[in-house]
């Protein structure tokens, strides 16, 4: 099975700082996610890769910006973290073709004080 | 524009009995559709997916989900249910005209009780 390993369960930081949330798969998938998770909002989409290098914006990419320098990592940075970034931020791999789905990491719960 | 509403924000029902979890969705293209489930601190997991052919679609733990394309539904369905099912249920669609994102509903908390 293909694994989606995001670096941090839990993590806290203070306002201002700069954050680095880290994904790696290990399946060699082209499209790789970045979401942030709130109730009542489900997933809204940060970021998305399609290839090393590339990426695109999401619905909700301000105050964020992402590195993909190899394949199997995608990284989502946030410059200058704020108390309304704190959320579960979930990273998501997939193949190129779209019917076979995502495949999830375990998520980031960041809360910023 | 693609989107998916799913009414219910919250479920209960008891164990053993049957439960249904709705799903509507919003396309002028045809669509792949999908459900995932989130147990508590985790991530979301496949529970099935349709992609074409048989409208009744059968995946992990006993769930079911049937495609009604003049309805635009995809509704899951599972006949008993277990305190282990409770969990978050997410709907998602995504287009066959190329583009990588899929669009994932507000989400359904389903509580079993005993």
């Known amino acids: 099975d293909v694994k989606v390993t995001q670096s941090s369960r839990y993590l806290v930081k203070r306002t201002g700082e700069k954050v680095f949330l880290e994904c790696v798969q290990d399946?060699?998938?082209?499209?790789m996610f970045w979401y942030r998770q709130d109730p009542g909002l489900g997933l809204r989409l940060i970021y998305f890769s399609y290839d090393v290098k590339m990426k695109e914006k999401g619905d909700i990419p301000e105050g964020y910006s992402v590195s993909r320098e190899k394949k199997e990592r995608f990284s989502l940075i946030l410059e200058s973290a704020s108390t309304n970034q704190t959320s579960m931020y979930l990273c998501?791999?997939?193949?190129?073709?779209?019917?076979?789905?995502?495949?999830f990491g375990s998520g980031t719960r960041l809360t910023v004080v | 524009a693609q989107s998916v509403t799913q009414l219910d924000s919250q479920v209960p029902v008891f164990e053993e009995a049957p439960v249904e979890l709705r799903c509507n969705y919003s396309?002028?293209?045809?669509?792949?559709l999908f459900w995932y489930v989130q147990y508590p601190n985790q991530g979301l997991q496949l529970l099935l997916k349709y992609l074409s052919g048989s409208t009744l679609v059968k995946g992990i733990n006993g769930f079911e989900a049937e495609f009604n394309k003049s309805q635009t539904s995809f509704h899951l369905r599972k006949p008993s249910v277990h305190i282990s099912d409770t969990a978050e249920y997410f709907c998602a669609v995504s287009d066959l005209a190329g583009t990588y994102k899929y669009i994932f509903g507000t989400g359904t908390r389903l509580k079993v009780l005993a």
């Open positions: 998501a791999s997939s193949l190129i073709r779209q019917g076979r789905g995502y495949t």
């Open positions: 396309s002028s293209v045809s669509v792949y």
């Open positions: 399946m060699d998938h082209e499209n």
